[in-house]
């Protein structure tokens, strides 16, 4: 059986994963995969996350199974603090969610949940946009297609032209795939004004939107990065959304994430609740339950909460600043759109106008490592290595 499988290619962000951990320059500087760094390098535990494990070491008595939807704690807390507690679907009783594997496991039970409606949709992906939507949503058997988004020359989002080609080419309930806020791989979000275009466009054009908010938080903080989500939600008849906690709530290896929709009616959405129970138990049974159960503990306590909202507003403060100094650091002649392009955009990446030779180049002279797209995880650097970074960059444009 196993000769007739054939070798897949390496996941692009796990591969310069290991080459950057495989890299013995002291020197180095990994701005690979998006996880959360401090100035020292390391992706601590959060202090609320600290204090609620702690906790829920003494307080858990039990292991047994939670539910095919995971634990009912973390969903309301989650919704809540993704809408806002007073969101009118969410007061009718109109939003469905599930806790899912991580974001990723999110994104798979929506697509899922896509696929059972029979209607066989197209899901349009932004160009570029994270390196796993395509596979993962792809894997469940529907058509992608891709819409204009990030302009590689002007460094911003191609507005006009991604309404233009949904305008013209989707179909009424095709669903369009949306990065709520933090763009990857460009850091490259819509404005407040441009999401109010978009929405209304949307509704009128019966586009569903299936947003991926997996960096809410770290871009100018929850009410803002939700902005978008809110609005279309307040817009559109219906709405997939799937959110992580792996970056805000540093949570990656406990693979933590929840699948919403905001339906018709709370019959509908118990309808969907129902389905995306059965979906994951047919995909992996159940979600993880021990970093939800930490997240429904410090969302449900107004100590740990404060503490926790503290931090991350310390985390996105120390992106905006990194961002801040390497742009000074790369305002010379002939690179001042790359350094207003980094203050302008948000959360963890921006995307380097660079060459394969160039980033190649930047791997093997200067032990700094950026995906081949270009995309730099600005977390990954600090106060002492933006000189060489930025001197880096310069010396390979
Ligand atoms: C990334 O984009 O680097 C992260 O979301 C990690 C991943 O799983 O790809």
Same mark, same amino acid.
């Given at each position: 059986?196993?000769?007739?499988?054939?070798?897949?290619?390496?996941?692009?962000?796990?591969?310069?994963?290991?080459?950057?951990?495989?890299?013995?320059?002291?020197?180095?500087?990994?701005?690979?995969?998006?996880?959360?760094?401090?100035?020292?390098?390391?992706?601590?535990?959060?202090?609320?996350?600290?204090?609620?494990?702690?906790?829920?070491?003494?307080?858990?008595?039990?292991?047994?199974?939670?539910?095919?939807?995971?634990?009912?704690?973390?969903?309301?807390?989650?919704?809540?603090?993704?809408?806002?507690?007073?969101?009118?679907?969410?007061?009718?009783? &109109?939003?469905?969610?599930?806790?899912?594997?991580?974001?990723?496991?999110?994104?798979?039970?929506?697509?899922?949940?896509?696929?059972?409606?029979?209607?066989?949709?197209?899901?349009?992906?932004?160009?570029?946009?994270?390196?796993?939507?395509?596979?993962?949503?792809?894997?469940?058997?529907?058509?992608?297609?891709?819409?204009?988004?990030?302009?590689?020359?002007?460094?911003?989002?191609?507005?006009?032209?991604?309404?233009?080609?949904?305008?013209?080419?989707?179909?009424?309930?095709?669903?369009?795939?949306?990065?709520?806020?933090?763009?990857?791989?460009?850091?490259?979000?819509?404005?407040?004004?441009?999401?109010?275009?978009?929405?209304?466009?949307?509704?009128?054009?019966?586009?569903?939107?299936?947003?991926?908010?997996?960096?809410?938080?770290?871009?100018?903080?929850?009410?803002?990065?939700?902005?978008?989500?809110?609005?279309?939600?307040?817009?559109?008849?219906?709405?997939?959304?799937?959110?992580?906690?792996?970056?805000?709530?540093?949570?990656?290896?406990?693979?933590?994430?929840?699948?919403?929709?905001?339906?018709?009616?709370?019959?509908?959405?118990?309808?969907?609740?129902?389905?995306?129970?059965?979906?994951?138990?047919?995909?992996?049974?159940?979600?993880?339950?021990?970093?939800?159960?930490?997240?429904?503990?410090?969302?449900?306590?107004?100590?740990?909460?404060?503490?926790?909202?503290?931090?991350?507003?310390?985390? &996105?403060?120390?992106?905006?600043?990194?961002?801040?100094?390497?742009?000074?650091?790369?305002?010379?002649?002939?690179?001042?759109?790359?350094?207003?392009?980094?203050?302008?955009?948000?959360?963890?990446?921006?995307?380097?106008?660079?060459?394969?030779?160039?980033?190649?180049?930047?791997?093997?002279?200067?032990?700094?490592?950026?995906?081949?797209?270009?995309?730099?995880?600005?977390?990954?650097?600090?106060?002492?290595?933006?000189?060489?970074?930025?001197?880096?960059?310069?010396?390979?444009?």
């Amino acid at each position: 059986m196993f000769e007739s499988l054939i070798a897949r290619p390496t996941d692009a962000i796990m591969a310069l994963m290991a080459m950057a951990n495989a890299d013995t320059n002291p020197n180095k500087i990994d701005l690979g995969v998006g996880v959360y760094k401090t100035e020292d390098g390391a992706t601590p535990i959060m202090r609320a996350v600290k204090q609620a494990s702690g906790l829920n070491l003494t307080e858990e008595i039990t292991k047994s199974y939670v539910s095919t939807i995971g634990n009912a704690d973390f969903r309301k807390h989650m919704v809540e603090l993704i809408f806002g507690s007073d969101y009118p679907a969410l007061t009718d009783g &109109r939003i469905a969610a599930a806790q899912a594997t991580g974001g990723s496991g999110a994104l798979r039970l929506g697509a899922e949940l896509i696929a059972s409606s029979g209607l066989d949709p197209v899901v349009w992906v932004p160009t570029p946009t994270w390196a796993n939507h395509t596979p993962l949503i792809g894997s469940v058997g529907m058509t992608i297609k891709q819409y204009p988004y990030y302009n590689k020359t002007t460094l911003g989002v191609d507005f006009d032209d991604m309404l233009t080609c949904l305008e013209q080419e989707a179909k009424p309930g095709d669903v369009i795939v949306l990065h709520g806020c933090c763009h990857n791989p460009s850091g490259a979000d819509l404005s407040k004004e441009e999401w109010d275009r978009l929405a209304p466009f949307m509704r009128d054009n019966e586009l569903v939107p299936f947003i991926d908010l997996a960096y809410f938080g770290l871009g100018n903080g929850i009410e803002d990065d939700t902005y978008g989500l809110r609005l279309m939600g307040q817009t559109c008849p219906e709405l997939i959304m799937a959110a992580s906690c792996s970056k805000n709530f540093a949570l990656y290896k406990e693979r933590v994430g929840l699948v919403a929709a905001i339906t018709g009616s709370a019959d509908q959405a118990a309808l969907v609740q129902g389905q995306f129970g059965a979906l994951q138990r047919r995909l992996t049974s159940m979600p993880p339950d021990h970093g939800a159960a930490l997240v429904a503990r410090i969302l449900g306590d107004a100590q740990l909460r404060s503490v926790w909202s503290e931090e991350l507003d310390e985390m &996105r403060n120390r992106m905006k600043s990194l961002r801040a100094q390497l742009s000074g650091a790369l305002r010379v002649q002939g690179a001042e759109a790359m350094a207003d392009a980094i203050t302008a955009q948000n959360g963890m990446f921006s995307m380097l106008p660079l060459s394969i030779e160039q980033i190649e180049k930047l791997r093997t002279d200067h032990s700094v490592y950026i995906m081949n797209s270009g995309r730099m995880n600005i977390a990954g650097a600090n106060k002492s290595n933006i000189p060489l970074l930025a001197d880096a960059i310069l010396k390979v444009l």
